[in-house]
């Protein structure tokens, strides 16, 4: 499976981004597709994530009311939507995939994941 990310860039507090991510050669059809970021000299946290068979969507604490994550399903493409970003939003941003219906926090526990996009928030 191959993800390809992209968006990202330079926004102040308080504004808008958005990511997407296309994944493509899966041979699976339930699955689960995420968002995880990674400050630099922080372990990559989770962000958000949703499963692709009934679109349920799961974020972290943090993110909770200022992102949101969608699909489409044709497209075979998540997004993830920030919004009243923050400067402690700063990091890489990356798209990961799992085979199955349940989400995970870990980055472990999904075994397929795109290239990074660098979100900046300046203050």
């Known amino acids: 499976v191959q993800l390809q990310a992209s968006g990202g860039g330079l926004v102040q507090a308080g504004g808008s981004l958005g990511l997407s991510c296309a994944a493509s050669g899966r041979t699976f059809s339930i699955f689960t597709m995420g968002w995880f970021r990674q400050a630099p000299g922080k372990e990559p946290e989770f962000v958000a994530a949703i499963t692709w068979e009934h679109g349920i969507r799961y974020y972290t604490d943090s993110v909770k009311g200022r992102f949101t994550i969608s699909r489409h399903d044709a497209k075979d493409t998540v997004y993830l939507q920030m919004d009243r970003l923050k400067p402690e939003d700063t990091a890489v941003y990356y798209c990961?995939?799992?085979?199955?219906?349940?989400?995970?926090?870990?980055?472990?526990?999904?075994?397929?994941g795109g290239q990074g996009t660098l979100v900046t928030v300046s203050s």
């Open positions: 990961v995939l799992r085979e199955g219906r349940t989400y995970r926090t870990r980055r472990d526990e999904y075994p397929y």
